[in-house]
Nanobody
Framework: QVQLVESGGGLVQAGDSLRLSCAAS????????MGWFRQVPGKQREFVAA????????YYADSVKGRFTISRDNAKNTVFLQMNSLKPEDTAVYYC????????????????????WGQGTQVTVSS
């Protein structure tokens, strides 16, 4: 069983960058597809980005395309979310998610597509 722990959140100003990390325990990390979601109070958790187990396929929400980059290092059991040109509307708790198996691109934004979740890390962007 893989367990996920996010880190790297914080308080930044608009236009700044942050890199989130999601460290996974367990020896089968490389077989998991990974995603990042975010949630603000009172709203549904929303899809941000996803990456296939090999890293060859990557998907992004329109709201972050061109600003955020998802990547992974299977040797270090870690997935990253590089966030550039941050905006106040990016403020949220960011969650890492894992799917045991391949990505189905028509379902990547569904919460129930993922088997495991981390505890979240807060990102706050001030204007």
């Amino acid at each position: 069983q893989v367990q996920l722990v996010e880190s790297g959140g914080g308080l930044v100003q608009a236009g700044d960058s942050l890199r989130l990390s999601c460290a996974a325990s367990g020896r089968t990390f490389s077989s998991y597809s990974m995603g990042w979601f975010r949630q603000v109070p009172g709203k549904q958790r929303e899809f941000v980005a996803a990456i296939s187990w090999s890293g060859d396929s990557r998907y992004y929400a329109d709201s972050v395309k061109g600003r955020f980059t998802i990547s992974r290092d299977n040797a270090k059991n870690t997935v990253f979310l590089q966030m550039n040109s941050l905006k106040p509307e990016d403020t949220a708790v960011y969650y890492c998610a894992a799917r045991d198996g391949g990505l189905r691109n028509y379902r990547i934004g569904r919460l129930d597509e993922y088997d495991l979740w981390g505890q979240g890390t807060q990102v706050t962007v001030s204007s």
